[in-house]
């Protein structure tokens, strides 16, 4: 039973007063973090199928392209560097590295009401990318994103409660300067919200930079080491089966300043990966494992996401596709990998190949997202306002995968049956000699808040209280909250002092 | 391997030359009658529990209202007239009907190639549905739905491969008369499509002359029972635990007729049955049960589709809602609860409480339409077109949900994982002295086409040629499609003989 007591006397003004009452945390009916795993593509033996599989690919293949430093880590640790350049990884040193590895990992924000703790099944959304494009909604347009559409989308993700964290979805066009565009990038990011950020550098200099700010934001690097509220999206190999050299550096920079890493393997299914969504998920495995095996290397038990990211791709045209049945597949199943090694992972879900937010756009969204959380993806990334195949950023779209997400959740949470819930006594008292309906029952009204998402924008209303109400547009109820959202000071704004010291220092391109 | 031989000379134009082709129906990439099962939100024990509590509802509360044949059935059988007017049914009883009852069953089409097989966790999605009013695009408007709307209907569905039955999704409301409506009804949907059929019946007398009209368009009654090709979609009951009178009558009729029937149980969770999921299932299983025993005492083994569709509820308003996530839940589990049994059931997904076919539509009707597939729903009942919460029904809506159905297939189909799946040679071959890609290779060639699900109207569009195309409209594109559908005559018309004979005998309100 919930403690939760609302009136009982029934009707609608009581279920409207008892729902506008705020709900505690605990008792909220879904949550960052809910536990998933009903739903499981892969069955035990192929899951041990692809591992046998990638461990092949790693003592067989290898990676080529490590740097300098790469090599000397890993062949330390016992990878075999070839005659052909390829660095192979023995069964024994995967295994070694899965034993040292992470398998907790707390995801830091600035408010610690946002810290993510990835494990087991633990189900977290968040956004990601790198589109170079805003979607314009009123002008059906395409154009060129900025470090202001950054802050924004950073400010609305503070608002969102099914948004669990902000992967800088958007890259800043409007800075020129490689250096500056990074730091910027933190920056804006960290100035619109507390919740944990991702981000990527273009090169190892940019690193040390982006870092001092960090340190400033945080009070301090000890501040920053003890609580790092921002990880590194990391595109360390270039598959198929090569290191990124100049990624492999900026890993090895963010390790030795505590960021936490997430180990990025973007294969394209039948392009830079197999056709085949078992074995884009193999290559993606081999990869991962072998930045597993760099990371531990280096720093064991350094926090590093299994970052098994493979895409679709239509094989008409040969264009990137991450709206199909086959990339929901690709992304669940490598979620049962992750479950598998026991190491939080991540993967990409949400995206719509639609140039705008329609009813495609929500259709391919929804596929790739429930499934993500219903297969326990600790990080479902580019979960919410991507278009155009990546391309495209979207805010609206971004505000009505709030919803989205959170329907998604309310699956994710899945069917509680116990005495209480399968209701015997319930059934019994209102057929016999009972109302005949369930509908004013205190074990309804207690459900009320507990048990049901409700969404924020989208319309349940009658059609007939829908014409009543001018039938209001999907899209213009998410512009307008935008705009709300907007139109109020950021609740991440650092502190002055703090604000004068990194425009002191940094080149901010957003004003004050 | 795949005996398809596309062009091995790779490129583009080579893709589109092989995409073009049709393929033999063992190859397409989707197909009707998939299995699903990888999605369990019921754990084994969660099942016997439900399974348990709902034999108690029926031992302990049994059902009012039957009619006096039910009662003497009922009760001939082994069930217990109560002094209160219920039926309570013991366990054993319960036992005996699930051990007698049809466990493979099939649903004819007209055309063989459309008969549907119901067993196990097979999959099939299509319409249904009693929805009053029509959504028309252009003018957002609702009006009354009408038999031409209805027939247009059955015409699009014989067009849709991923949509594999038509049950009669909305009310022919310019056909006043009672008698008329229902047999205008079996006309429209016969006329319209080849496809297997659900309909209802108002009253029992409205059953004889319709079966006399089936009789005819089957070519005789012989023909007619050996290929009944409609079904009976039957709301025995008034939820909570009440038999509905005249419908058990109905269901008579129908058994007596040879014709399959829908066990419908519809209650609304927190209105009549529990606000729980678990309670709701409970309730709903119950109801079923009761249901078959009722259909195993007439006919042992007679066609009964186990219809437990719990619909969720907006418990701020009290009004029935169908696209959220508990409703993606209680379909989910119910599939669960079929398979359990042995016994093909049904029931709803792919609702939405939009108005129309907006992006919220687009993800409320996938999230359940993609989980009751992957759980192995036999019957995905209300799978396309349908908005406000069932009210309303759309053309261009349900011309979509073609490809989210597919798309959901897709997922349904799964993930194989084999030696060649896997594609270790493959990786090996492209990494090692290879092209460093996969683009080419003949495995993705021959994987293009029977692996891969490509929209038919969804976008895939850079945002560049998305431009230079005029920037197309989601729901303008579904427009014309529809409008191309109906400009054809349907696929479906009687044999002008038979058609004549029908229009004698009964008043056709569809023109000539």
């Not at 536990?35 to 990638?54: C, F, M, R, V, W």
């Not at 550096?249 to 197999?274: D, F, K, R, W």
Request: glycine share 10%; hydrophobic share 40%.
């Amino acid at each position: 039973m919930t403690d939760l007591s609302p009136p009982r006397s029934g009707g609608r003004a009581a279920r409207r007063a008892a729902r506008a009452s705020a709900l505690p945390d605990h008792m909220r009916p879904v949550r960052p973090g809910m536990s998933g795993g009903t739903y499981k593509p892969l069955s035990q033996t192929d899951i041990e199928n692809i591992h046998h599989t990638a461990l092949d690919a790693l003592e067989q293949i290898g990676l080529a392209d490590a740097p300098p430093s790469g090599v000397e880590i890993l062949t330390g640790a016992g990878a075999i560097l070839g005659d052909d350049g390829r660095i192979r990884i023995p069964r024994a040193l995967v295994e070694d590295a899965l034993a040292k590895a992470a398998r907790e990992i707390t995801l830091f924000g600035r408010d610690p009401a946002h810290d993510l703790h990835l494990s087991g099944t633990r189900v977290h959304y968040g956004t990601a990318g790198a589109a170079v494009s805003m979607v314009d909604i009123d002008g059906r347009n395409y154009r060129d994103s900025t470090l202001q559409d950054l802050f924004d989308a950073a400010r609305i993700v503070e608002r969102l409660d099914n948004i669990h964290f902000l992967q800088r979805p958007i890259v800043a066009r409007d800075v020129a300067d490689m250096l500056e565009m990074d730091y910027n990038t933190v920056y804006a990011c960290c100035a619109g919200t507390l919740k944990h950020i991702g981000t990527s550098f273009s090169a190892p200099e940019t690193v040390a930079p982006s870092i001092e700010m960090l340190h400033m934001i945080a009070g301090g690097e000890d501040k920053w080491r003890a609580r790092p509220f921002m990880s590194n999206s990391n595109c360390f190999v270039v598959p198929p089966m090569k290191f990124a050299t100049e990624a492999c550096i900026v890993m090895e920079h963010c390790i030795a300043a505590g960021m936490p890493v997430l180990l990025l393997s973007a294969g394209m299914a039948g392009a830079t990966a197999p056709s085949t969504v078992a074995g884009a998920i193999v290559q993606a495995v081999a990869e991962c494992l072998a930045g597993l095996v760099y990371v531990n290397a280096i720093v064991p038990g350094h926090p590093a996401i299994f970052g098994t990211w493979p895409f679709g791709l239509d094989l008409r045209s040969g264009a990137m596709t991450g709206g199909s049945g086959e990339q929901a597949l690709l992304t669940a199943g490598c979620a049962q990998m992750h479950q598998f090694y026991g190491i939080p992972g991540g993967a990409a879900a949400g995206i719509s190949d639609s140039k705008l937010p329609d009813m495609q756009a929500g259709w391919e969204a929804m596929c790739s997202n429930v499934t993500a959380g219903l297969a326990g993806l600790n990080m479902v990334y580019e979960a919410a306002g991507m278009h155009a195949s990546l391309l495209g950023f979207c805010h609206e779209s971004l505000i009505l995968g709030d919803d989205l997400i959170g329907q998604a959740q309310r699956c994710v949470r899945g069917i509680e049956v116990n005495e209480e819930t399968m209701a015997l006594d319930q059934i019994r008292d209102v057929c016999m000699g009972g109302p005949g309906h369930y509908l004013g029952t205190s074990q309804t009204l207690a459900r009320m808040q507990s048990d049901y998402v409700y969404p924020q924008l989208g319309d349940r209303t009658s059609p007939k209280e829908w014409a009543e109400i001018g039938k209001p547009d999907l899209l213009e109820k998410a512009g307008r909250r935008k705009d709300m959202y907007l139109s109020e000071p950021s609740k991440a704004q650092f502190d002055p002092a703090v604000d004068a010291q990194i425009r002191q220092t940094f080149n901010i391109y957003l004003p004050r």
